[in-house]
């Protein structure tokens, strides 16, 4: 059986399980499409089905564009990777755990070398103090949001652990100073206007084509309430707020805020396979695709790159995935994968947080494309 033949099959088979309630999946290999698949809905309770220009919210899947935003701007000579981000943001100067102001560079914020961290207490701290870490609704801006992080010392002195973390918020606010407007004109005017990623923005271009959210519960999934909180503060936990996108005081959170198609990620992720397409030149985009956290352990076996996760030991993983894969995902639903070794490309959007992107689901996509 194919690749496209047993992914085509594995999407049906969670859609009528309703483990998946609605999605958009993308193969390509060599540039092409083997598998495009819309299935299920992207409105379950009107019976609107999800077509292949379905919008859906990207959550972490932002990551990467403003990633390449970044790495845009550093090879038109506007940024380097090693300046400090004190220099753009002269407001954001968190202490290192010795007392120290904390030497956060552009390298840091790419790499989630930085010592911040998605901390869940963060979102739990008294009003004044608070803040949200992206995917909550705020009428706060970037730095009336995190200027609140100066009075909290930073994890780990800058460049000396991996953290996941909303270092790609602050990443935005460089790119916003240095380019002026939003972050949005940043990312339109650098990366998805080249690209052609026609919705990839941080509103929604077509509000008729953006999936409804659901949300994991016993049985099937939820219509998500807004807000939403996922998990325990014991555990992982972090504020949902579907209605965000909607909100235009909300800050344009580089690391959760864009909404866009599959098609839109596809395009991006197929520019960085295929060497930077005229986008980048070659050796940024290999870069890109490369371990940039030399021995730093990430998620347990992998490392980390500018853009995603690199798989460097499948089976400490836990995943099919091979040796050599870059991946990532977003919170909302979603999961991606580009594995340069067999020129494949793949590109999942769902609208069911967090199974789409944190729960079986993935694994079960990886091992129907791998046949294992």
């Known amino acids: 059986m194919s690749i496209a033949a047993r992914v085509d099959a594995l999407i049906d088979r969670v ?59 550093i090879e038109k000579g506007l940024l380097k990777l090693d300046d400090r981000v004190s220099h753009y ?48 609704n705020t009428d706060l801006s970037l730095e009336d949001n995190f200027s609140r992080h100066n009075a909290i010392p930073l994890a780990f002195e800058p460049g000396s652990r991996w ?15 240095l380019h002026g407007g939003t972050l949005e004109d940043a990312v339109a005017h650098h990366v998805a206007g080249p690209l052609g ?47 965000r996108i909607f909100n235009p005081r909300a800050f344009q959170s580089g690391g959760t805020g864009m909404a866009g198609t599959a098609q839109d990620v596809m395009r991006l992720l197929e520019m960085l396979r295929q060497d930077g397409a005229g986008l980048l030149p070659a050796t940024l985009a290999k870069a890109a695709l490369s371990n940039q956290i030399a021995n730093l352990e990430g998620e347990p076996g992998y490392r980390f790159t500018f853009v995603g996760g690199l798989v460097t030991d499948p089976a400490a993983a836990g ?49 129907a494309v791998y046949d294992r």
Request: aromatic share 8%; proline share 8%; with cysteine.
């Open 163 to 177: 953290a996941y973390s909303f270092a790609t918020d602050i990443l935005g606010g460089v790119l916003v100073a």
């Open 15 to 73: 859609i009528e399980e309703e483990r998946i309630t609605g999605a958009v999946v993308l193969v390509y290999q060599d540039g092409e499409p083997i598998l495009e698949k819309a299935a299920g809905f992207a409105d379950r309770e009107a019976g609107m089905p999800v077509r292949l220009d379905a919008i859906f919210r990207y959550a972490s899947v932002t990551k990467p564009v403003v990633a390449v935003t970044a790495l845009a701007m």
């Open 197 to 243: 990623m026609a919705d990839a923005r941080f509103h929604v271009m077509d509000p008729a084509r953006l999936a409804v959210a659901y949300a994991d519960h016993p049985g099937r999934p939820v219509r998500m309430p807004d807000p939403w909180v996922s998990g325990d503060e014991d555990n992982w936990r972090t504020v949902f707020s579907p209605s």
């Open 89 to 136: 943001l002269p407001w954001f100067r968190p202490k290192a755990p010795d007392g120290r102001e904390g030497a956060i560079t552009i390298r840091h914020l790419l790499t989630h070398t930085s010592g911040l961290l998605y901390d869940p207490a963060l979102e739990l701290l008294p009003e004044g103090q608070r803040m949200t870490l992206g995917l909550g």
């Open 319 to 367: 995943t099919a995935l091979p040796k050599g894969v870059i991946q990532w995902g977003g919170v909302y639903g979603n999961t991606w994968f580009i594995d340069p070794a067999e020129r494949l490309t793949v590109v999942s959007l769902t609208n069911n947080a967090l199974e789409g992107c944190n729960g079986a689901y993935p694994e079960m996509l990886r091992a």
